[in-house]
């Protein structure tokens, strides 16, 4: 079993719709969580990070933390092209160490 | 406000050949600081961190070297390039106690 696991897509959303990016993972312990977008040929940008249970909004972007089911999604509202993108999730594990675990990634496509 | 470089932007090198990629982080001290490899397609493959000078954790046993010689200065290395090493090379810093990382530009490296 994969430690972060996301669908690789492609996820392919109209514009101006929710786009619903899931990520699951496998350290229960784990205690920090985040969420980046990559533009093709680009480094990931962090967008949103969240360590407690529940939602945390920040503009269109809503990230939502169920560490007793080990999921966190991501929710864009009013989708639009310019958020054509990969999407990584990345966990911090509660052990002493400084590394963030990445999923592998989700292809998003706005359609216009 | 923190800044980080990576040069050079692109390298084509034949195989063989030595490496040095160098990273610099402005506007933070003692920063944890990564060396990160995305194969084209792939996910970010951790390859070295540093929480100090001097400090290097090796993730993944390979060809490749790191070294921290300066507190915002993080230089990943190599004596003799093989095809493989072909990818996305980024790096990364993160400070305090939030755990996230922010990345640099990157290095997109061919190998001949």
């Not at chain 1, 966190?72 to 990969?86: G, M, N, W």
């Amino acid at each position: 079993q994969k430690e972060v696991e996301q669908n690789s897509g492609p996820l392919s959303v109209p514009e101006g719709a929710i786009a619903s990016l899931n990520c699951t993972y496998s350290d229960r312990g784990s205690q920090s969580f985040f969420w980046y977008r990559q533009y093709s040929g680009k480094s990931p940008e962090l967008i949103m990070s969240i360590y407690s249970n529940g939602d945390k909004e920040d503009g269109r972007f809503t990230a939502q933390l169920n560490k007793a089911s080990q999921y966190v999604s991501l929710l864009i509202r009013d989708s639009q092209p310019s958020d054509s993108a990969t999407y990584l999730c990345a966990v911090k594990s509660n052990f002493g160490n400084e590394k963030l675990t990445f999923g592998t990634g989700t292809r998003l496509t706005i359609i216009p | 406000s923190q800044t980080i470089h990576q040069w050079p932007a692109t390298l084509v090198q034949p195989v063989g050949s030595p490496l040095s990629l160098e990273c610099t982080v402005e506007g933070t001290s003692n920063p944890n600081l990564y060396w990160y490899r995305q194969a084209a397609g792939r996910g970010l493959q951790l390859l070295f961190y540093s929480v100090g000078i001097g400090q290097i954790s090796s993730e993944v046993p390979q060809n490749l070297s790191a070294s921290r010689p300066q507190d915002r200065q993080f230089i990943l290395s190599s004596k003799k390039l093989l095809l493989s090493d072909s990818g996305f090379y980024l790096c990364a810093w993160s400070a305090g106690t939030d755990y996230e990382q922010y990345f640099g530009p990157g290095t997109r490296l061919t190998v001949t």
